[in-house]
């Protein structure tokens, strides 16, 4: 019975598409009869707000959703990962890079270098001793990058299909010595011992990379199920900004948690638009593999909140 998890970064309230992706990542543990972990995704510290730690399980409980055990903080948790950049580090594969996201970005944009399907252009890779003590001479602390060399990694999504991407160099340690997602997110599955990672499909290409992490730290893997996304009417990956968005908005607009688990059940085709339902009266609905493919784009009357009368939220708790 394969063990799921959802990793919610506490910088905001969760929105629809994080609710989405939760109530998801519910059902494929439930059906199973399967735990459920919650963990913290919270190593960018500048961009954590601690009320969050609260208001996120608050938004899942107030959605019927539940989960086992206590929730793991990935700051908790530096020591175990420190453990595993060093064992990275040892197998040669690692090199420091002094790049900023700027000489990157225009890099990759120079015009005539054949770097099509490249993110990291390369540049640090092959620094000689001298190049490497005068880049670091000049103040700027390195990032340490983990060699992929371009090889592509495949893998059975059970939501989209069969994949495979190139995986290019990538930072496994950021310049602040902070350990960075690719290598958090592989450590974390395996030590909770997750087995099916359910996650938005944003982060699809991504799971390349964690494999041939896991695979270099001889880490189990588990099976992966990327989400559609919510996008805003305009296509871009749903925020904030876009509108009423979070259970809070959506109180606003006069729809209670219910409304909302509806809604969402719907946008998954698991009910039609309105029945009213319970987590657990999807269980026996749901299908991983049967789950829409394609995004959930939110029409702008929507996250207006359309013609509906408008109420305060001290008046619908
Ligand atoms: N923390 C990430 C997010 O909130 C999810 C990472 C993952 O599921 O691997 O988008």
């Not at 029945?275 to 009266?281: I, Q, R, Y």
């Amino acid at each position: 019975m394969p063990i799921g998890r959802f990793a919610p970064s506490p910088t905001g309230r969760l929105h629809l598409g994080n609710l989405r992706t939760a109530l998801v990542s519910w059902l494929a543990a439930r059906t199973d009869g399967s735990e459920l972990r919650l963990r913290f995704d919270d190593l960018d510290r500048s961009a954590v707000r601690t009320e969050h730690y609260g208001s996120q399980p608050d938004d899942l409980r107030a959605l019927g959703l539940d989960w086992d055990g206590p929730p793991v903080r990935q700051s908790q948790r530096l020591a175990r990962y420190r453990e595993a950049v060093e064992r990275l580090v040892a197998t040669d594969l690692v090199y420091p890079c002094y790049c900023s996201r700027r000489e990157i970005r225009e890099a990759v944009q120079a015009p005539n270098r054949a770097l099509a399907g490249h993110r990291y252009p390369g540049t640090c890779r092959e620094l000689t001793a001298p190049e490497r003590r005068a880049r670091t001479a000049s103040g700027r602390p390195p990032a340490l990058r983990l060699r992929g060399d371009e090889a592509e990694v495949g893998f059975a999504d059970l939501v989209v299909g069969d994949v495979a991407y190139p995986v290019d160099d990538f930072v496994i340690q950021r310049n602040d010595g902070t350990p960075a997602y690719h290598l958090v997110t592989v450590v974390d599955d395996a030590d909770l011992g997750v087995e099916l990672v359910v996650r938005a499909d944003d982060l699809l290409d991504s799971t390349s990379r964690q494999l041939h992490v896991a695979r270099l730290l001889d880490l189990p893997t588990a099976d992966h199920a990327h989400v559609p996304l919510v996008l805003s009417p305009d296509g871009e990956r749903l925020a904030k900004r876009h509108g009423s968005v979070t259970l809070d908005d959506r109180a606003v607009c006069g729809e209670d948690p219910a409304n909302v688990l509806s809604f969402l059940a719907a946008s998954l085709e698991l009910c039609p638009p309105g029945e009213p339902v319970t987590p657990s009266d999807l269980i026996e609905r749901f299908d991983l593999v049967r789950l829409p493919t394609k995004p959930l784009v939110l029409e702008r009357s929507f996250l207006d909140c359309g013609d509906r009368p408008q109420k305060r939220y001290s008046e619908t708790v």
